[in-house]
């Protein structure tokens, strides 16, 4: 959220399709490969292969898999039975948030409900960039940040030394085992760490922001342009089908593509240039 805040609204947003994924399918590929690796470090905190490590990677999966069915199930209720893709993806990746700081405390029925609360809550928090007036395109802040709060949060509720003490050495209770102190531990835990890293982050980024030859974004020409063509001569996300530019060009007969990008005599032609038909 502070890099948001320092780097502010994107100058190019309104000539781009707002809110579309460029490619579900990749963003569902993707979404495998992220559990995939969650298994290594949720799992793998343990540094050994103790029970308690199991617990915490069979923790990981349940509260992935709940996740998915936390954020499906408000999309379905605000979208009248429909659900999407993405969603369930970020779903999954909420659960994983979510479960994080607990995989190793818990057992799997507490793991399946953080992961279910955690997906709700950022669901429910969809229009959080309006609310803030930020500009974090990939939702940073209201999957990690957020639901690592309330990962965090529900942890000191459902924390069970059972679990912990399954390496032989920790005992780390929670409300579950009457030590409600805990609670108010986590919540001053997340407190201090979210001031923390968000006031030095912004201040960090404020004295980079100007140090002279050091910038954290590109200039407003390159920005809408887009940076594939400003730093490359190859087009890679963009809908030429479905813009009045690209439906102009794929309709001459006089066009040529290098790399999948129209051509026209005056260079490359993005989307968000004026075609000739749109002048008249």
Same mark, same amino acid.
């Given at each position: 959220?502070?890099?948001?805040?320092?780097?502010?609204?994107?100058?190019?947003?309104?000539?781009?399709?707002?809110?579309?994924?460029?490619?579900?399918?990749?963003?569902?590929?993707?979404?495998?490969?992220?559990?995939?690796?969650?298994?290594?470090?949720?799992?793998?905190?343990?540094?050994?292969?103790?029970?308690?490590?199991?617990?915490?990677?069979?923790?990981?999966?349940?509260?992935?898999?709940?996740?998915?069915?936390?954020?499906?199930?408000?999309?379905?209720?605000?979208?009248?039975?429909?659900?999407?893709?993405?969603?369930?993806?970020?779903?999954?990746?909420?659960?994983?948030?979510?479960?994080?700081?607990?995989?190793?405390?818990?057992?799997?029925?507490?793991?399946?409900?953080?992961?279910?609360?955690?997906?709700?809550?950022?669901?429910?928090?969809?229009?959080?960039?309006?609310?803030?007036?930020?500009?974090?395109?990939?939702?940073?802040?209201?999957?990690? !940040?957020? %639901?690592?709060? =309330? @990962?965090?949060?529900?942890?000191? +509720?459902? $924390?069970?030394? &059972?679990? *912990?003490?399954?390496?032989?050495?920790?005992?780390?209770?929670?409300?579950?085992? !009457?030590? %409600?102190?805990? =609670? @108010?531990?986590?919540?001053?835990? +997340?407190? $201090?760490?979210? &001031?923390? *890293?968000?006031?030095?982050?912004?201040?960090?980024?404020?004295?980079?922001?100007?140090?002279? %030859?050091?910038?954290?974004?590109?200039?407003?020409?390159?920005?809408?342009?887009?940076?594939?063509?400003?730093?490359?001569?190859?087009?890679?996300?963009?809908?030429?089908?479905?813009?009045?530019? %690209?439906?102009?060009?794929?309709?001459?007969?006089?066009?040529?593509?290098?790399?999948?990008?129209?051509?026209?005599?005056?260079?490359?032609?993005?989307?968000?240039?004026?075609?000739?038909?749109?002048?008249?």
């Amino acid at each position: 959220m502070a890099y948001a805040l320092a780097l502010g609204q994107r100058t190019s947003k309104e000539h781009h399709a707002k809110h579309k994924p460029h490619n579900s399918t990749l963003v569902f590929v993707g979404t495998v490969l992220i559990v995939f690796g969650w298994f290594g470090f949720n799992g793998g905190s343990a540094l050994n292969a103790s029970v308690r490590g199991m617990m915490a990677a069979f923790n990981t999966q349940v509260a992935a898999s709940t996740g998915v069915l936390g954020w499906v199930l408000v999309d379905a209720i605000r979208h009248k039975g429909r659900f999407s893709v993405v969603g369930a993806c970020e779903g999954a990746i909420a659960g994983l948030v979510g479960i994080t700081p607990a995989a190793g405390y818990v057992n799997p029925w507490p793991a399946a409900v953080i992961g279910f609360v955690t997906a709700i809550v950022c669901a429910l928090l969809q229009d959080i960039n309006d609310w803030l007036r930020i500009d974090d395109g990939l939702y940073v802040f209201k999957l990690h !940040g957020i %639901g690592g709060m =309330v @990962g965090s949060f529900l942890t000191g +509720i459902f $924390a069970n030394q &059972a679990i *912990s003490a399954l390496d032989g050495v920790t005992l780390a209770p929670g409300a579950y085992n !009457g030590n %409600g102190i805990q =609670v @108010g531990k986590q919540f001053a835990e +997340i407190t $201090a760490i979210s &001031a923390y *890293s968000f006031i030095v982050s912004y201040i960090l980024l404020m004295i980079i922001k100007y140090i002279p %030859g050091m910038h954290l974004r590109v200039d407003k020409e390159a920005e809408i342009r887009g940076l594939d063509l400003d730093q490359f001569f190859d087009e890679e996300m963009d809908h030429w089908d479905l813009s009045p530019a %690209g439906i102009d060009v794929m309709q001459s007969e006089q066009t040529t593509y290098t790399h999948g990008v129209p051509e026209t005599r005056e260079g490359s032609l993005t989307p968000n240039d004026v075609t000739v038909a749109e002048k008249k």
